[in-house]
């Protein structure tokens, strides 16, 4: 016998009018068709073709067991927080939307974002980003979990790098801080 694991992110969507759900399924697409989506309320013909149409696997019968306290995730938000200043050891910051960080990141510091995130600063503390795509600059001692995936330094050659979620996995590339104009 054999027996694999997996670790599977789930979007619980209730849906409370077809308009309403086919406008954030259209928003957000891209993401979802990804993740196993769990939606409750009534699946009308139109909302059954929608899923069928663009390859979204869903279910409406499904047991979580967790916290109900848990946090919802917001998606594709427009807020942009913006920090200024260096994020020193020991602090915790924790962003529900996109985040730009215009300094360095120190060994001990931890920062959560569920939106997208960029960093032009050094980043020598913990990275943990749910987004679409992260551009960072990190050091051997930095630690990067992108979308639930830890990155492994090798892949960052202690360069400014891009980090994206293409769908079927996590692409780094590193990338030049100031276009080169021909």
């Not at 759900?21 to 699946?43: C, S, V, W």
């Not at 979990?145 to 780094?172: A, M, P, R, W, Y």
């Amino acid at each position: 016998m054999k027996v694999k694991q997996y670790s599977i992110k789930v979007f619980e969507i209730n849906i409370e009018s077809q308009s309403s759900f086919l406008a954030f399924m259209d928003k957000n697409i891209i993401m979802l068709r990804h993740y196993l989506i769990y939606l409750k309320g009534e699946i009308t013909p139109a909302i059954q073709e929608y899923l069928d149409t663009n390859d979204v696997t869903y279910t409406t019968h499904l047991n979580l067991r967790g916290n109900k306290e848990q946090q919802e995730l917001i998606l594709k938000q427009s807020d942009l927080k913006i920090i200024d200043e260096i994020v020193r050891s020991g602090q915790d910051i924790r962003v529900e939307s996109d985040l730009l960080v215009l300094n360095r990141v120190n060994s001990g510091a931890k920062i959560y974002v569920e939106g997208n995130l960029i960093i032009t600063g050094i980043v020598d503390g913990m990275l943990f980003c749910n987004g679409d795509f992260m551009l960072v600059h990190t050091s051997p001692k930095a630690m990067i979990v992108f979308n639930g995936v830890e990155i492994d330094g090798s892949l960052l050659q202690n360069k400014f790098n891009k980090i994206i979620f293409n769908g079927d996995e996590i692409l780094v590339s590193p990338i030049e801080k100031e276009p080169k104009w021909a």
